[in-house]
């Protein structure tokens, strides 16, 4: 009986392993990238590895401890080394390299390119466990060239630019085409920022390092594809991983370059409309926020300062004198006040332009294959493209701009940058339009900060700008979300354009607060975007002039509302200057989707309608009309409290929240430090000598820390000129004691002063409270807990609290 129980066995055995090596084979050749694409030969080259292979040869390099480059150069076609987008090109940390009769590896212990010889086949593995792979790797279609690629069948997907689609975007194919979508409202499946970059709810990014047009498909045919289609150029792109979300971002931010820290008046009030027609009007409206007492930092004039028509005039770029007949003496008294002017200006010449004989004789203009100026018409006539691909053309608009900075000119707003109408036929020094379409807002960006570093190189520019490409942060680029619609619907597509473009790298996108285009007229939209334009990154009312875009050109009931919307917006501002300081150091987006913090909860996966602001801030704005309640999910890291009520919400719950009609629901993470200062008119007033910090005590929490980081607000590279000061914060409670610590850390280059803060501790109900050890004595303790603290200059503060 037993004899016969061990053949059975064995023979069951047999029949199991012949069924594995079945499946391993059936497996390995469906995982086959092509049947046609034979290894032949590999070579370690200085910092890559050459693979040799029947239609072609790849190119393996390590980037970093967390991300590859892989290259593809078809048969017949040539390595081009040139990328638009990449400032990470010297390999970093210890890289491990394998080789035997069936494989090759190379990378590092945190992400590896496993490369199989037969069947030819390229996986990425992450900590060892494979994440990603080439499908069938490149095919050649009639008119374009693919890469595709394996995703798993669970995996939630990112990217791809500015789009209104939902948070998850796979499903769609995407074109890599920028152009604006004007009134768009829930679904704008193209617009302004299209960039060649998918990211993984399983936390790696692949971004396709090529600029020419073409598609990037999220698995539209439910086969589990990821390809990028395009029409030319590399067949480059970089696998990056990272540990958490932030780290993910802050591995691609290295890739592509950190934003510069934008000016502090950038962090302020807008005001600007399409548009201001006179100097008279311009000087009326500062006067309306001055009589008003309404905080304001830069007024944005649109078209109309070179022009008195929308038609005909674009390309001027000179003062239409008629109606500002004294530029310079506005934009000085304006600067006396504190308040920036910022110019529109647009890359096209018209042939009605003053500036139009000038162009031509200068050669500055894309051209047709004749080489004569390419012409063509649009709604704002018939018109040309300044070449800023040419030395020439980018010489010819940097002194544009130069003459108006001396002018005292405080920002540039660079429009239509698409370009919005580029014809096939246009050729640039940098390529044909289709092959530079994608790109122009990119060099355009480069070029002012070009110019900035070289002739203004103590001034930090403000460059806002409809449209660019991966790593257009690094020249300091504002993006805005486009002509959105004046409607509910506009505003409900604005958190996630945001949040997925600060994923991106592009963390500044932010959207005409109000909404731009139509003359919808309804003030509770209006309150409603502004609410959300609070704790968003740049707060800028914008809109066609049928109906009001300033909050001091509205009724003096709705001004009075919108009015603590901008005072909130001051008094946030130590807050949200660090964000942007921990942005700059380490790509970390002002605003992030709720599954940075809870990564394994597939239901946050599609959530866009409530975000972090920061690390501290959770922020659910209204959407629709008439709304009196929400419910809200509370990420289950941290217990919530209401940032006007103080109102406890439990970690991990989903609560039922009454909406009010003078703000958005706002919660605070508890163990948070929370620095405000009072409302200021602009920042040139700005001052930590006297400021709150409020910190929300959560008796779960063991320990917490914060900081805040200040500097001149105006110079580049304060913080690595060792200009600066960060004031750190840290809690520690412990058996019904809880310990704070104040101190300061400071550049060599900054000269530090005594500080008055006053501590508020909210949720605490205190018994006994020391300051540095001497016990202070009150009649009551008020809530929030209320201290004032003399902060010497290089000293420790330490506040004690029994409870």
């Known amino acids: ?53 029947t239609d072609g040869e790849y190119r393996f390099k390590v980037l970093s401890d967390k991300i590859t480059e892989t290259s593809f150069i078809p048969n017949g076609q040539s390595y081009n080394p040139v990328s638009e987008a990449v400032v990470l090109d010297k390999p970093s940390g210890k890289i491990s390299k394998t080789e035997s009769d069936k494989y090759l590896e190379i990378g590092t212990k945190s992400l590896t390119v496993h490369i199989d010889k037969k069947p030819f086949r390229i996986q990425y593995l992450k900590n060892s466990n494979p994440i990603f792979s080439e499908k069938t790797g490149y095919t050649k279609k009639d008119s374009t060239e693919v890469l595709t690629f394996n995703l798993d069948k669970t995996e939630a997907l990112y990217g791809g630019g500015a789009r209104a689609l939902g948070m998850n975007r796979r499903g769609n194919r995407l074109q890599l085409y920028n152009r604006a979508h004007y009134g768009y409202e829930t679904r704008a499946e193209l617009m302004n920022f299209c960039i060649p970059m998918v990211l993984s709810s399983k936390m790696y990014a692949v971004h396709f ?70 100097q008279e009007s311009l000087e009326g409206t500062i006067r309306k926020f001055e009589e008003n007492n309404i905080p304001v930092d830069a007024i944005i004039l649109d078209l109309y300062w070179f022009g008195k028509t929308i038609k005909g005039t674009m390309g001027n770029l000179d003062w239409d004198k008629d109606n500002w007949p004294n530029p310079d003496k506005m934009i000085a008294d304006l600067n006396a006040k504190g308040v920036k002017t910022i110019l ?10 003053s500036k139009w004989q000038e162009a031509v004789n200068k050669n500055i203009l894309v051209t047709d294959k004749t080489g004569k100026p390419a012409t063509w018409d649009f709604y704002f006539g018939n018109t040309s493209v300044v070449d800023i691909f040419k030395p020439e053309g980018k010489d010819w608009f940097w002194n544009v701009y130069k003459r108006l900075i001396n002018q005292g000119v405080g920002g540039l707003w660079g429009d239509l940058g698409e370009p919005e109408v580029f014809p096939s036929k246009a050729i640039t020094a940098g390529g044909k339009a289709d092959e530079v379409h994608n790109i122009y807002g990119h060099h355009w960006a480069k070029l002012v900060a070009d110019g900035y570093k070289k002739d203004f190189p103590t001034q930090r520019p403000f460059i806002l700008m409809r449209s660019g490409y991966s790593g257009s942060q690094r020249y300091g680029m504002i993006p805005w979300s486009g002509d959105v619609s004046r409607s509910w619907g506009g505003l409900q597509s604005q958190m996630e354009i945001s949040l997925q473009m600060g994923m991106q790298g592009l963390a500044y996108m932010h959207s005409d607060l109000g909404g731009f285009a139509g003359d919808y007229f309804d003030n509770e939209l209006y309150l409603r975007w502004l609410q959300y334009g609070v704790f968003q990154p740049i707060f800028r009312p914008h809109a066609q002039e049928d109906v009001a875009s300033e909050v001091a050109r509205k009724d003096i009931v709705t001004m009075a509302k919108a009015k603590k919307q901008v005072e909130l917006r ?4 130590p807050y949200n200057y660090t964000l942007a300081f921990d942005n700059n150091q380490k790509g970390t987006p002002l605003m992030r989707p709720l599954f940075f913090e809870e990564p394994e909860n597939e239901k946050l996966q599609t959530v866009s309608q409530t975000y972090l602001w920061g690390n501290d801030f959770l922020v659910t704005p209204i959407t629709k009309s008439g709304v009196t309640s929400t419910e809200i999910y ?17 970690a991990g719950s989903i609560a039922k929240v009454v909406v009010a009609e003078d703000h958005i629901p706002v919660f605070v993470r ?12 602009n920042t040139t007033k700005y001052s930590l000598a006297n400021f709150d910090l409020h910190f929300y005590f959560d008796k779960t929490v063991a320990n917490s820390t914060g900081k805040v980081y200040h500097d001149d607000g105006l110079t ?7 200009a600066y000061e960060i004031l750190n914060f840290n809690s520690t409670n412990k058996s019904d004691t809880l310990i704070l610590k104040l101190n300061t850390e400071t550049g060599k280059n900054f000269e530090a002063t005594d500080k008055t803060i006053t501590v508020l501790i909210h949720n605490i109900k205190a018994k006994r409270i020391f300051v540095n050890n001497q016990e202070r004595f009150y009649k009551t303790f008020s809530e929030p807990l209320k201290i004032a603290v003399d902060c010497k200059k290089g000293t420790i503060q330490e506040l004690k609290i029994e409870y």
């Open 570 to 573: 001051y008094q946030l501002m």
């Open 209 to 278: 390092d090529n600029s020419a047009i073409g598609y990037l498909d999220l698995d539209s045919k439910k086969d589990n594809t990821l390809s990028y289609e395009t029409i030319s150029g590399r067949k480059t792109y970089q696998v990056i991983v990272g540990d958490t979300w932030t780290d993910l971002v802050s591995n691609y931010t290295d890739l592509t370059g950190k934003q510069p820290l934008p000016p502090r008046w950038a962090f302020g009030n807008f005001s600007s409309r399409f548009g201001y027609r006179s």
């Open 716 to 722: 580049p590279n304060d913080f690595e000129k060792e």
């Open 670 to 681: 508890g163990g948070s430090f929370i620095p405000m200062i009072p409302t200021i008119q």
């Open 1 to 53: 009986m037993k004899s016969k129980i061990h053949e059975y066995r064995k023979n069951n055995y047999l029949s199991m392993g012949k069924k594995l090596l079945l499946l391993l084979f059936i497996t390995s050749v469906s995982l086959a990238q092509n049947v046609n694409r034979k290894y032949k030969s590999h070579k370690w080259e200085n910092g890559f590895l050459k693979v040799v292979v």
């Open 634 to 650: 509370f990420p289950k890291s941290s217990n919530w409290f209401d940032f006007y009520s103080d109102e406890k919400h439990e």
């Open 344 to 353: 529109i200006t647009e890359p096209f010449i018209l042939t009605t332009s």
